[in-house]
C-alpha cells in the first residue's frame, strides 16, 4: 500500500478528533495537569481506546446499513411509542445541546484570538456585543453554508494539524520528567481527582460524535469493502486526537501560576520556560481548538436533526443549512449578547446523561444482530469488550444526572 493511496482513502476520522478537542477539552485537560500532574494520563489513554471501540462500531454500522444512527433509530421496527421516546432524547441531548455548547465554542475561540487581537465591544443601551464572537461566529457559519464535505475535511484537518504542533510543541518546551509522564499511565486515581477523571473520559467520549462519524463514514466509502479504511481512519484521528489532549495536560503540568481558570491562564506561568512566546501557542491552540468545534457541532446537530426528520443530510440541501443555521444562530446570540445559556446547558447535560449509555448500549445490540450487519457483527470477544466499554459510559451516564441534580457520590 502507497503512502499516496494510504491518504487518498483516509476519512472523516479527523473530522471526529476536531469536534472533541474544544475549549472544554482544553480547559479540562489544562486543569488535569495542573491539580493533578501527570497522575491522570492513564484516564485520557482509557477515553481514547473506549472511544476508537464506540466510534468503530458507529462507522461500521454506517458503511454497512447504509444509514446513520438517527436513520436507524427513524426506521427501527417495533412499538411507534418507543421510537417517539428515544427521537425526542435524541433531539433534545444533540439539537439543543449542541446549540448551548456552540456559545462555549464561540466565546473559547475569541479568547484564544484575544492573545493577537483584542476585539472592540459594541456597547448599546441595554447590551453589550463580542465583536470578536460575532465574526468567528459568523465564520463558522459561512464555512458550514459554503462547503461540502470534502473542503469541511480538508479545513478541520488543517486545524487540527495546526493545533496538534501548537499544543505539542508547548509540550515539549517545557521539558517534563518522563519518567512521571510514563508512571502517568498506571492507573491511580483518590476521591480529590474522581471528578477531574470522569471529566476527561466525558469529554473524549461523545453521544453525537457516534451519530457524527456514521453519518460521514456512510457518505465517505461504498459499504462494507471499505470497513478496512474505516477502522485505520478511526484509530488514527482519535489516536492523534488524544495524543494533543495528552499533550494539553502536560502543559498544564508545568505550570507555575498559583491561579489558573482558563487555559490561556496557564502560558503566564509558562513564560518562564520560554518567554511571551507561551502565550502565542495556547492562544493559537485555543483558537484552533474552538473553532473547530464551531463548526463540528452544528454540522452534527444538523446531521441528526435531518436524519430523525426524514429530511436531505446533503450539506447544500435548505434543511441542512436551515438547521446548520438555527444552531450557529443561537450559539452566536449566546456568545455575542454574553448570555450564559445555563438552563439550556443544565437540560442538554440531563439528556446527554441519559444518551450516552443508551447509544452505546443500542449501538453494542445493534451490531451484534445478524439480521441487521450479517458477517460483520461483533464477534463474542467484541462484544464482551464493548459492554466493558458501556459500563464506562453507564458509568459517566449516572455522574452527570448526579451533577445536574445536585447529588454528590
Known amino acids: ?49 473506549s472511544t476508537v471501540i464506540l466510534q468503530e462500531i458507529s ?19 417495533g412499538k411507534p411509542l418507543f421510537r417517539i421516546f428515544s427521537s425526542i432524547l435524541v433531539l433534545t441531548a444533540i439539537g439543543l445541546g449542541n446549540a448551548a455548547y456552540e456559545s462555549g465554542n ?16 459594541l456597547n448599546f443601551s441595554s447590551f453589550e456585543v463580542q465583536t470578536g464572537n460575532l465574526i468567528l461566529g ?4 459561512i464555512v458550514l453554508w459554503l462547503g461540502s464535505y470534502k473542503a469541511l475535511e480538508r479545513v478541520l484537518v488543517g486545524l487540527v494539524i495546526f493545533m496538534s504542533v501548537a499544543f505539542s510543541v508547548t509540550a515539549i518546551l517545557t521539558n517534563p520528567d518522563w519518567s512521571a509522564v510514563f508512571a502517568g499511565f498506571v492507573p491511580n486515581w483518590n476521591d480529590d481527582s474522581l471528578p477531574t477523571l470522569v471529566a476527561l473520559i466525558g469529554t473524549t467520549v461523545v453521544p ?5 462519524y456514521a453519518s460521514l463514514a456512510k457518505n465517505r466509502w461504498s459499504g462494507s469493502n471499505d470497513i478496512s479504511w474505516m477502522r ?15 499533550a494539553i495536560l502536560m502543559v498544564g503540568a508545568a505550570n507555575s501560576s498559583s491561579e489558573i481558570t482558563s487555559a490561556i491562564d496557564v502560558s503566564k506561568g509558562l513564560e518562564g520556560v520560554f518567554g511571551s512566546f507561551a502565550k502565542y501557542l495556547m492562544g493559537f491552540g485555543l483558537m484552533a481548538a474552538g473553532l473547530t468545534s464551531s463548526i463540528t457541532a452544528p454540522l452534527a446537530a444538523g446531521l441528526v436533526i435531518c436524519g430523525i426528520m426524514g429530511w436531505s443530510q446533503e450539506i447544500r440541501s435548505s434543511s441542512m443549512r436551515a438547521s446548520m443555521g438555527i444552531i450557529v444562530g443561537l450559539g452566536l446570540l449566546f456568545a455575542s449578547l454574553g448570555i450564559k445559556p445555563v438552563q439550556l446547558i443544565t437540560l442538554a447535560q440531563l439528556a446527554n446523561g441519559v444518551l450516552l449509555p443508551l447509544i452505546s448500549g443500542w449501538i453494542i445490540w445493534i451490531a451484534s444482530q445478524k439480521e441487521i450487519l450479517g458477517n460483520f457483527r461483533n464477534k463474542p470477544g467484541h462484544t464482551i469488550l464493548a459492554v466493558l466499554i458501556w459500563l464506562i459510559t453507564l458509568a459517566l451516564g449516572i455522574k452527570s444526572i448526579m451533577a445536574v441534580l445536585g447529588v454528590s457520590l
Do not use: E, H
Open 59 to 77: 462507522g461500521r454500522l454506517g458503511l454497512v446499513t447504509g444509514q446513520d444512527l438517527s436513520q436507524l433509530i427513524r426506521n427501527q421496527p
Open 138 to 141: 459568523l465564520v463558522a457559519f
Open 1 to 49: 500500500m502507497s503512502i499516496k493511496s494510504f491518504f487518498k482513502n483516509l476519512g472523516p476520522g479527523p473530522i471526529i478528533a476536531a469536534a472533541f478537542i474544544g475549549p472544554g477539552t482544553v480547559t479540562v485537560c489544562t486543569l488535569a495537569g495542573v491539580n493533578f500532574g501527570f497522575t491522570l494520563l492513564w484516564a485520557l489513554g482509557l477515553s481514547i481506546f
Open 208 to 212: 453525537y460524535n457516534l451519530f457524527l
Open 232 to 246: 485505520r481512519d478511526i484509530a488514527i484521528s482519535i489516536v492523534l486526537g488524544g495524543l494533543v489532549s495528552m
Open 106 to 121: 464561540i466565546s473559547g475561540t475569541n479568547l484564544g484570538l484575544q492573545v493577537f487581537w483584542d476585539a472592540p465591544v
